[in-house]
């Protein structure tokens, strides 16, 4: 398994706003994702996230929403751009790793509330 | 496009009965399935999985079967607790076309056990 951290763990936000979540991870891992899970829901994918190259977004995500950096094989930050009360959700992390590739393991996610 | 279906929650059970939370998936390849497990205000925890047909998975009293000739996946437990109150989400892992394995979650399914 991984060991993987949030920060923050919650925060509430006004509208117009922006809020970068940062995601670390115990050791080095290839691929990064970032999922929203909306109040009620399942996860949807937003982005992966590859040490060296630019993330590849999922449809419906746009990177001038939901920049994200990997500045490294053990840490990524997703940036929650001009925050609505639509972007109230719960964004985890999740990492690759063991137990056969596809394998993925998640953060304990970050809260996020836009008044 | 590759999906999962999840019975719909919630599942209200006395301490001590059996569980069965159905999970059927569609896909086009031979995806690898998995159950978390995400238990009040928590992060996702990776409960089983299983890569190939016939594959069992099992972890803390909890098991699931690939089963390719019905495409499911059921999530079963012998004697539940109250401490297995949590929403469960049944996924599969989907070869993206970017290289990377995404993973597609079901609706989730919350139990809630009573003493």
């Known amino acids: 398994s991984a060991v993987i951290s949030q920060k923050p763990s919650r925060d509430i936000c006004q509208r117009g706003t922006s809020l970068t979540i940062q995601c670390q991870v115990d050791s080095q891992v290839t691929m990064m994702f970032w999922y929203r899970q909306q109040p009620g829901q399942s996860l949807t994918l937003i982005a992966t996230?590859?040490?060296?190259?630019?993330?590849?977004?999922e449809s419906g995500f746009v990177i001038d929403k939901f920049p994200i950096s990997r500045p490294n094989l053990t840490f990524s930050t997703l940036t929650v751009s001009n925050m609505s009360p639509e972007d109230s959700s719960i964004y985890l992390c999740?990492?690759?790793?063991?137990?056969?590739?596809?394998?993925?393991?998640f953060g304990p996610g970050t809260r996020l509330l836009v008044l | 496009g590759d999906s999962v279906t999840q019975m719909e929650g919630p599942v209200t059970l006395s301490e001590e009965a059996f569980l069965t939370i159905n999970c059927t998936y569609t896909a086009t390849g031979y995806p690898s399935l998995f159950w978390y497990v995400q238990y009040p205000g928590e992060g996702l925890q990776l409960l089983l999985k299983?890569?190939?047909?016939?594959d069992k998975g099992s972890n803390k009293g909890f098991e699931a079967t690939y089963r390719k000739e019905t495409t499911s996946f059921h999530l079963e437990k012998g004697s539940v607790q109250v401490s297995d109150s949590a929403v469960y989400f049944c996924?599969?892992?989907?070869?993206?076309?970017?290289?990377?394995?995404?993973?597609?979650f079901g609706a989730g399914t919350r139990l809630a056990v009573h003493p």
């Open positions: 299983a890569t190939k047909a016939d």
């Open positions: 996924a599969l892992s989907d070869p993206g076309s970017g290289g990377y394995n995404k993973l597609i």
């Open positions: 999740s990492v690759e790793r063991g137990g056969g590739k596809e394998t993925q393991y």
């Open positions: 996230a590859n040490q060296g190259s630019e993330a590849t977004y």
